[in-house]
């Protein structure tokens, strides 16, 4: 597991990061996937921001309803792309945040995207309990035996963090509700995918 001195190897002030992290879920991320539930895709999304001034590169929605492999992060990780090469920064230069802990398939897409690092708010016990999306797990369990869906978060590639255990690491109580606040939207909108997610597009594993 990635520790303290490897999150101060990307940032001085991981509070500031976090706060902008959140910021970013909740202003940018939180009003595309409000839209996108209603459609039935999935809550999940991601953004990408510059390491050196915390700016936004992209910020995406899960569009599963387009084509099945739309996950949040690989949606976000296609904008990235999208933008032409004399525009874009290295993906090794910017921070991938992460609405949901990334499934099998958007974990190689960050890896095979260049990045060293992300974060993501909500884990994958989060996403089968709280959001009654079991298959993060099941397919890690499935397809690699691998117990509780868990990986490693510190490898050759890239190191993972969980938003949660930084906040609950420096106790600030800013981050705490601005987490907690993020928690109450998206059971809302988890709500409205569950109502809305059979409305006939052809997503497999719903």
Same mark, same amino acid.
């Given at each position: 597991?990635?520790?303290?001195?490897?999150?101060?190897?990307?940032?001085?002030?991981?509070?500031?990061?976090?706060?902008?992290?959140?910021? $970013?879920?909740?202003? %940018?991320?939180? !009003? @595309?996937?409000?839209? &996108?539930?209603?459609? *039935?895709?999935?809550?999940?999304?991601?953004?990408?921001?510059?390491?050196?001034?915390?700016?936004?590169?992209?910020?995406?929605?899960?569009?599963?309803?387009?084509?099945?492999?739309?996950?949040?992060?690989?949606?976000?990780?296609?904008?990235?792309?999208?933008?032409?090469?004399?525009?874009?920064?290295?993906?090794?230069?910017?921070?991938? $945040?992460?609405?949901? %802990?990334?499934? !099998? @398939?958007?974990?190689? &897409?960050?890896?095979? *995207?260049?990045?060293?690092?992300?974060?993501?708010?909500?884990?994958?016990?989060?996403?089968?309990?709280?959001?009654?999306?079991?298959?993060?797990?099941?397919?890690?369990?499935?397809?690699?035996?691998?117990?509780?869906?868990?990986?490693?978060?510190?490898?050759?590639?890239?190191?993972?963090?969980?938003?949660?255990?930084?906040?609950?690491?420096?106790?600030?109580?800013?981050?705490?509700?601005?987490?907690?606040?993020?928690?109450?939207?998206?059971?809302?909108?988890?709500?409205?995918?569950?109502?809305?997610?059979?409305?006939?597009?052809?997503?497999?594993?719903?």
């Amino acid at each position: 597991m990635p520790d303290a001195s490897d999150l101060a190897r990307l940032t001085d002030d991981p509070v500031r990061l976090v706060a902008r992290l959140l910021a $970013v879920i909740e202003d %940018e991320i939180v !009003p @595309l996937t409000r839209a &996108g539930v209603v459609e *039935g895709n999935k809550v999940f999304g991601g953004a990408v921001l510059r390491k050196a001034d915390l700016s936004t590169v992209v910020a995406v929605t899960n569009r599963e309803t387009a084509n099945p492999l739309n996950h949040g992060e690989i949606a976000t990780i296609n904008a990235f792309y999208d933008i032409p090469s004399r525009e874009r920064p290295s993906a090794r230069d910017t921070f991938f $945040v992460s609405t949901h %802990e990334p499934c !099998p @398939l958007c974990l190689g &897409g960050l890896t095979w *995207g260049g990045w060293d690092n992300f974060f993501y708010l909500f884990s994958y016990e989060d996403t089968m309990d709280a959001f009654a999306i079991p298959h993060d797990i099941r397919l890690n369990e499935e397809i690699w035996r691998v117990a509780d869906g868990e990986y490693d978060h510190k490898n050759r590639y890239w190191c993972a963090w969980h938003l949660r255990q930084i906040i609950d690491r420096h106790a600030d109580p800013a981050l705490i509700a601005q987490a907690d606040r993020l928690a109450e939207t998206y059971a809302q909108l988890s709500a409205t995918y569950q109502r809305t997610k059979d409305t006939g597009a052809e997503i497999p594993l719903p």
